[in-house]
C-alpha cells in the first residue's frame, strides 16, 4: 500500500477531549506520526467518558477516547517534574508540528510554549486550541458545547416556537473546531517547509463558529439590516409533509410541502383525494384543517412501509427526505460499506470494534486503519527509547512518576 499523504510529519499532540484530538486524529489517520502525551495518572479526560462496550465503564474502553485517538503512539509524561519536562522540549525539538489545547497561559508556565520550544527548532508549527483564543479579554473563560455554540452560532433560532433556544445533537461545535484546527496546521507547515521558519496558530474555538455557516451567516446580515432577531418558526405554518413521521421500522424525515406539494402526491401514487383542487391553492399549505387532513392519509400511509421504502418512492418523486438511521442502519447500510467508510481495529482491551473510517478519499495515498488507540502509557518504551532511554531508566521514571 501506498504512504499515508502525511507520512513524513512529526506531530507531537499535547490535546485532551475533544476538539484536538479530532485535529491530530485527521493528521494521524493520513499518515503523520502522532505522538499523544497524556498524564500518568489517569490520561486524558474522554478516558472517562463514554459509550463503553457493554455499558461496563473503562478507561482503556471509551468510545470516543477509542475514535479520537486512531494512529497515534501515546506516551505519558508528568510535564511538571522536570525529568517529563525535558522529555516533552527533546520530543519538541524533533517533531514538525506540536498541538496543545490547555487553558491559555498553561504551556508558558510548562516553559513549552511556542517561544520557547521554537527557539530550539525554528520551523516548529505549534498550534494551541482554546474556547475564545489566546489572547483579548475572554481568553481565560471556561466554555462548554453548549456556551460556544450559542455565542457564536444561530441557536436562537433553533428549537420550539414556544420554548428555550437549543443546541444541535452532539459534540459539533467541538468536531467543527478541530478540523479547523487541522487544516489551519496543515497550511503552516507547507509554509514552514519552503520557508524554513514555524509560526504560532491560534484557534479560537468560539471563532470557528462565527466564521462558518449553520443558518447564521444570513441571519446575522438580516439582523444587520433589518435589527430583526430570526425566530423558531413552529412546523405548522411551514406547510406539509415537513418533519420526522414514524413508520414500519421506525422514523422518516420527509420535507415536502409548499410549492413541491405535486411531487408528495406522485410520491403517494398519486391517490384520488388528491384531484381535488383544493390541495393546490395558495392557502393549502397553511390551512390547519387541510394539514389534518393530510395527516389521516400520510401517517397511515408511511406506517404500512418502511423508512426505506419510504425513501426510494420519496427519490423517485424527487421528494427531500432520508431515514432515520440507528447505528446499526448505518453499519449495515450497503453504499457505506461498498465505499469503505468504517473501519475494523484490534484493541488490547476493547477488544475487535467497527469505527468510523476516513473522511475522504485520496485514491494515491490512502487512509489506512495502522493502529487502535493507545492504551495509557502503551508506547512509553518505543517512543522514549528512540531518545535513547532504556528499560531500566524507564522503569526508575516510572517508579518517580515523570512517565
Not at 85 to 106: C, K, T
Not at 175 to 185: C, E, F, H, I, P
Amino acid at each position: 500500500m501506498a504512504e499515508g499523504a502525511l507520512s513524513d510529519v512529526k506531530v507531537l499532540d499535547f490535546t485532551h477531549m475533544i476538539a484536538g484530538p479530532y485535529s491530530t486524529k485527521l493528521l494521524a489517520d493520513y499518515g503523520a506520526d502522532v505522538v499523544k502525551v497524556e498524564r500518568p495518572d489517569g490520561g486524558d479526560r474522554a478516558r472517562r467518558l463514554g459509550p463503553f462496550p457493554g455499558d461496563d465503564p473503562h478507561h482503556e474502553r471509551s468510545g470516543l477516547f477509542l475514535h479520537l485517538n486512531t494512529n497515534k503512539r501515546g506516551i505519558t509524561l508528568d510535564l511538571k517534574t522536570s525529568t517529563g519536562n525535558r522529555i516533552a522540549r527533546r520530543l519538541a525539538a524533533e517533531a514538525d508540528v506540536v498541538v496543545e489545547s490547555f487553558r491559555p497561559g498553561a504551556m508558558s508556565r510548562l516553559g513549552l510554549d511556542y517561544a520557547t520550544l521554537s527557539a530550539e527548532n525554528p520551523a516548529l508549527v505549534f498550534t494551541s486550541i482554546s474556547n475564545f483564543g489566546q489572547t483579548g479579554p475572554y481568553r481565560d473563560f471556561r466554555g462548554s458545547e453548549i456556551i460556544l455554540y450559542g455565542m457564536g452560532g444561530e441557536m436562537y433560532s433553533a428549537g420550539l416556537e414556544d420554548r428555550e433556544p437549543i443546541k444541535l445533537g452532539g459534540a459539533m461545535v467541538q468536531y467543527q473546531a478541530g478540523a479547523a484546527a487541522a487544516v489551519a496546521t496543515l497550511g503552516v507547515l507547507f509554509a514552514a517547509r519552503a520557508q524554513g521558519e514555524g509560526q504560532h496558530v491560534d484557534v479560537s474555538i468560539m471563532e470557528t463558529q462565527i466564521g462558518s455557516i449553520d443558518r447564521r451567516m444570513s441571519s446575522l446580515i438580516a439582523y444587520q439590516y433589518t435589527g430583526e432577531l430570526s425566530k423558531r418558526v413552529p412546523f405548522n405554518v411551514m406547510g406539509y409533509p415537513i418533519g420526522v413521521y414514524p413508520c414500519a421500522d421506525g422514523y422518516v424525515e420527509v420535507t415536502g410541502g409548499i410549492v413541491y406539494f405535486d411531487r408528495v402526491v406522485k410520491m403517494l401514487g398519486e391517490p384520488a383525494m388528491f384531484d381535488d383542487p383544493k390541495w393546490f391553492t395558495p392557502q393549502a399549505q397553511t390551512s390547519p384543517d387541510l394539514r389534518e387532513e393530510f395527516d389521516e392519509f400520510f401517517i397511515p400511509w408511511c406506517l404500512e412501509r418502511t423508512k426505506y421504502e419510504i425513501w426510494y418512492a420519496a427519490q423517485e418523486a424527487r421528494v427531500l427526505s432520508g431515514p432515520i438511521n440507528s447505528m446499526g442502519d448505518l453499519f449495515g447500510d450497503p453504499s457505506f460499506n461498498e465505499r469503505g467508510a468504517f473501519a475494523e481495529f484490534d484493541h488490547p482491551s476493547a477488544g475487535r470494534l467497527t469505527y468510523p473510517g476516513r473522511p475522504f478519499v485520496m485514491d494515491r495515498s490512502p487512509w489506512a486503519a495502522r493502529m487502535a488507540a493507545p492504551t495509557l502509557g502503551q508506547h512509553n518504551e518505543e517512543v522514549l527509547g528512540e531518545l535513547g532511554y532504556n528499560r531500566e531508566v524507564l522503569i526508575r521514571l516510572r517508579e518517580t512518576g515523570a512517565i
